[in-house]
């Protein structure tokens, strides 16, 4: 006959060894997570922040869109970073600053839509993996070009440029002497492009609109001088094309002879304009102002180059 306490001893015995086991998977799986809050939500605006992660012995070893999309750098490759380091992408910049701590700029989140990014953190030892998941809602601050002035800073000004565009060509097959008449600045056209060394110099802008600002014509006995009425152009990162007054230039006559294959070709030649631009953009609503200065590279037509080449006609 078992005694009273026996079953009620062992009973206890058994209970405190299973939560002994409990505690120690417990603290055990506490030593190795990485990510103490799996998930975080930035405004639309650009912003920094600063993650502290549990433990200091991972690797990134994957970067993906939020529906799981692999994410690529420049060169192509997929995002990932082993030590210390920096990873960059089209709206963001990941560095690891410390072996804990990753430090996160993202621009303004101007796609009209929410976006983010699910990093893969990786134990190389046991391949244990965890994700942290960043997400940025859209941009609710929309600005708007309050002033663009220009300066002549050092490196500055006007010089011939190199540029040549090929205009109009001619091919003459004639028996009778004659004149041709074209105007040789038919595709004379201005180049503009900004340059500007702050992340966020063109990443303020919706994709859908344009933002136009006034650009000098010329230098002018060493003065920054505008067309009248000034010419105006969208601010972008990629080249701008405008219209050069030149295209309705009266036309040229060129003679040929008779019994001769006659090809008349015209270059348009160029000088270029440099120029330090100061822009301003505000919030309409807030007044929040932000100032960006980079150089402006202007390309306009200001000669062209004729050539004539007679050839006997073939039989």
Not at 31 to 44: A, N
Request: with cysteine.
């Amino acid at each position: 006959m078992k005694r009273p306490g026996h079953t009620t001893r062992l009973f206890y015995l058994l209970f405190t060894a299973l939560l002994m086991l409990v505690q120690t998977a417990c603290h055990n799986d506490e030593e190795i997570r990485i990510v103490p809050q799996p998930e975080t939500t930035l405004g639309g605006d650009a912003t920094t922040l600063d993650i502290t992660l549990a433990r200091g012995d991972w690797q990134i070893t994957a970067i993906t869109t939020l529906d799981g999309t692999t994410m690529v750098g420049d060169n192509n490759q997929p995002l990932k970073l082993e030590g210390l380091g920096t990873v960059e992408f089209r709206w963001f910049t990941l560095a690891r600053v410390r072996e804990d701590v990753l430090h996160l700029e993202v621009t303004d989140n101007l796609d009209g839509s929410e976006r983010g990014m699910i990093l893969y953190l990786t134990q190389p030892e046991s391949s244990y993996t965890e994700t942290l998941t960043i997400r940025q809602q859209p941009c609710t601050t929309v600005y708007e070009v309050k002033e663009m002035t220009y300066t002549l800073e050092e490196g500055d000004g006007e010089t011939e440029s190199d540029w040549m565009i090929e205009g109009t060509t001619q091919v003459i097959h004639a028996q009778q002497e004659g004149i041709v008449r074209f105007n040789p600045y038919q595709n004379a056209w201005n180049y503009h492009d900004f340059k500007c060394d702050a992340k966020d110099a063109f990443t303020w802008m919706l994709s859908d609109h344009d933002y136009l600002v006034p650009v000098p014509d010329r230098l002018t006995h060493g003065q920054l001088t505008f067309a009248d009425p000034t010419e105006t152009i969208a601010y972008s990162q990629w080249t701008v094309t405008s219209r050069h007054p030149l295209q309705d230039a009266p036309m040229i006559e060129v003679a040929y002879e008779g019994g001769k294959k006659t090809t008349v070709s015209c270059r348009i030649l160029y000088r270029e304009l440099k120029a330090t631009y100061h822009l301003t953009v505000a919030n309409p609503t807030s007044g929040e102002e932000r100032h960006y200065t980079g150089k402006l590279i202007r390309r306009y037509p200001c000669d062209y180059k004729l050539e004539k080449k007679v050839e006997e006609l073939e039989p």
